[in-house]
């Protein structure tokens, strides 16, 4: 409508003014502030900024709600005057430090904190900052701590468990007044030695034994007494025998001893130089001093049979016959052909 008017510096003009209408009134210039405040003053983490000299001059609410007296720290306080359980590294490096503190007050459980500390290099050569983040990992550690504790627990219930199955173990085959083993352990005993025997090509002697006359004994001077006999008899045979011997009560008053890799002959003068021995051993049991005698009889595999049932019934046989002989001697089983 003006003739010779230039009309674009009028426009740019008319332009600069919306737009500097439109920044002061919403605040653009602001926005960097502003995310600033609504980042590290709200966010859940704390942070604390320090100056070369380690004097803090930045602490978010965070980190002051998670320190002990955090709400009294002062911007320019020493942070080992502020925090003095934290273990700040003297020699700060360029390199990422971890370490988690156990924070708590007596009667209180204890809050754990993870602090990360990293160095922020300033444009000025040798000016740096540290900055410190603190993260609470009270419920992870606690978790942590819980779960190794019932970790501990489940290894304590485990080696009971295990110890209890021992001991049912060695009380099933175990007879529980001797204390000898019994005949369920005497079969698989049997089973493996008469094994090795025919791999290594050994003889292994069976002696079947019994207490001569234990009935009168028992009538004599009641149960518990014949108990006790039974008992002082068992610590007699395991300390006079082999340690690769196997010493097992097989029923009653009779017990059952296996030696591997032994002659007949020497089988034979191992049992008779036990009977001796005990034919003068005196038991005191309360007021009583008793005298036992017992009878033997001495099979050998692999000569007096090839299974467990027919050496032990040789052994069997070869004692009734010293008991039918007058008792208290040993007799060996006649050899099956």
């Known amino acids: 409508p003006v003739p010779g008017l230039d009309w674009s510096p009028v426009s740019t003009v008319f332009t600069g003014l919306i737009f500097a209408y439109i920044i002061f009134r919403y605040k653009f210039l602001d926005l960097v502030p502003v995310a600033r405040a609504a980042l590290v003053e709200q966010m859940q983490d704390g942070m604390i900024v320090l100056d070369d000299q380690q004097r803090i001059i930045d602490i978010n609410p965070s980190a002051r709600n998670m320190l002990p007296g955090g709400l009294s720290i002062k911007i320019g306080s020493s942070l080992t005057e502020a925090v003095p359980d934290l273990n700040f590294p003297s020699q700060r490096k360029g390199i990422a430090n971890t370490q988690t503190l156990a924070l708590g007050t007596s009667g209180e459980k204890s809050r ?31 978790a942590e701590i819980e779960l190794h504790q019932a970790n501990k627990e489940l290894g304590i219930r485990l080696e009971e468990i295990q110890i209890l199955q021992n001991k049912l ?30 791999r290594d090509k050994y003889s292994v002697g069976i002696i079947m034994l019994d207490i001569d006359l234990f009935k009168k004994i028992n009538d004599s001077y009641g149960h518990i007494v014949g108990d006790v006999v ?56 309360n007021e009583y001093q008793i005298q036992i005698t017992i009878s033997a009889g001495v099979a050998m595999f692999p000569a007096g049979g090839s299974s467990i049932k027919e050496i032990i019934h040789c052994a069997d046989q070869a004692m009734y016959k010293a008991k039918a002989a007058g008792r208290n001697q040993v007799i060996a089983a006649t050899p099956i052909v």
């Open 112 to 142: 754990f904190i993870d602090v990360r500390f990293s160095i922020i290099r300033g444009k000025t050569a040798g000016v740096n900052c540290s900055l410190l983040l603190f993260r609470d990992i009270t419920k992870r550690k606690n």
């Open 230 to 285: 039974l008992q002082k008899l068992a610590k007699i045979l395991d300390k006079s025998f082999r340690l690769e011997d196997i010493v097992c009560r097989y029923g009653g008053e009779e017990f059952l001893i296996v030696m591997p890799e032994t002659s007949e002959p020497k089988a034979i003068e191992r049992i008779e130089g036990f009977r001796i021995a005990l034919e003068q051993t005196v038991m005191e049991i």
């Open 169 to 198: 173990r060695e009380e099933s085959i175990r007879d529980p007044l001797t204390g000898l083993y019994n005949r369920r352990y005497l079969e698989d005993a049997l089973e493996r030695e008469f094994a090795r025997a025919v």
